[in-house]
């Protein structure tokens, strides 16, 4: 099919790959280049990278509402289908009524929990045990559309938000392809049950709060991986903790259990938390038990 696809990050890559392999992609739509590194200069996002490389048509409008150029040039390019995989921006109807068979977005999530940016990391974060991955007909409301396929799957014990989105959107290829491939037979089902949102993650999730029980600490700690990360401050220092595991036992959160070879052992609000490895702010990662005998952490110090 003749396929226009809107993405943004790494992750959508592998989406805008596929149909590249499989169907003629006649436009790529990602955000604007943004400022990244440490000279701040405007740099493409890596749909746009890979879609450069490859010659594909590119565009990066900086709005989608109101852009009567923009919307030309859509038409112009004639696409039958268009996909969307993590682009960034709300599709306004003017677009969304370009292609004859619409739009279909990969969400990894059972819609219609965790409509919004950041269905993967909300799961985690909310202690779920079970997700999926939809290719969904796109509406003007907010992921409200409905479905052409869903796959369900049981999250790991120790997957943390980054696996888990990788292993949903590649199973959301394929169930994108089988889509593409019998679209014109396909009637999409409405969504049925109880709907949830999940927004985009700020800093602030990633502060670990000792009073919640272990376990929750854990599921939030896989969920703001790789951004933005757990951390915790100490003598008004950040502290990153790159890696954690909850065990059983008893202790005032936020307090220092115990200090050995295998790490720092903290109190929480139910069980504890064992800090396995960190990151002090301007520093390497190393052993949270290196960390602790550097720094003075001993029985008895509160954390946070």
Do not use: C
């Amino acid at each position: 099919m003749r396929v226009a696809f809107f993405g943004t990050p790494r992750w959508a890559v592998p989406v805008l790959q596929a149909l590249d392999r499989h169907h003629q992609v006649v436009l790529v739509v990602t955000q604007p280049d943004k400022p990244q590194g440490r000279g701040l200069r405007p740099a493409p996002s890596p749909v746009a990278q890979y879609a450069e490389a490859r010659g594909l048509p590119l565009l990066k409008p900086k709005r989608l509402k109101g852009n009567e150029a923009f919307v030309q040039a859509f038409r112009e390019a004639a696409p039958e289908v268009a996909v969307t995989a993590a682009y960034g921006k709300i599709l306004p109807k003017e677009v969304l009524e370009v292609p004859p068979y619409g739009f279909l977005n990969l969400h990894p999530s059972l819609l219609p929990k965790y409509r919004g940016p950041a269905p993967v990391p909300w799961a985690l974060i909310r202690g779920e045990k079970e997700t999926g991955v939809a290719i969904m007909k796109t509406e003007e409301g907010l992921d409200t559309g409905p479905l052409y396929a869903v796959w369900r799957t049981e999250i790991g014990p120790e997957e943390d938000a980054q696996a888990l989105a990788e292993r949903l959107r590649d199973k959301g290829i394929e169930l994108l392809l089988w889509v593409l491939q019998n679209l014109p037979h396909l009637t999409p089902t409405p969504q049925e049950g109880e709907a949830s949102y999940a927004p985009l993650l700020t800093k602030e999730e990633g502060r670990i709060r000792f009073e919640d029980p272990a376990e929750a600490i854990f599921n939030r700690h896989r969920g703001v991986q790789p951004w933005p990360g757990s951390y915790f401050f100490h003598v008004g220092k950040r502290v990153k903790v790159l890696r954690m595991r909850p065990e059983p036992g008893k202790g005032e959160p936020g307090v220092v259990q115990g200090v050995d070879r295998e790490g720092v052992l903290v109190g929480v609000g139910e069980g504890l938390i064992r800090l396995l490895e960190v990151q002090p702010e301007g520093r390497r990662p190393m052993p949270a038990a290196d960390w602790a005998r550097g720094y003075g952490v001993v029985p008895g110090t509160r954390l946070g």
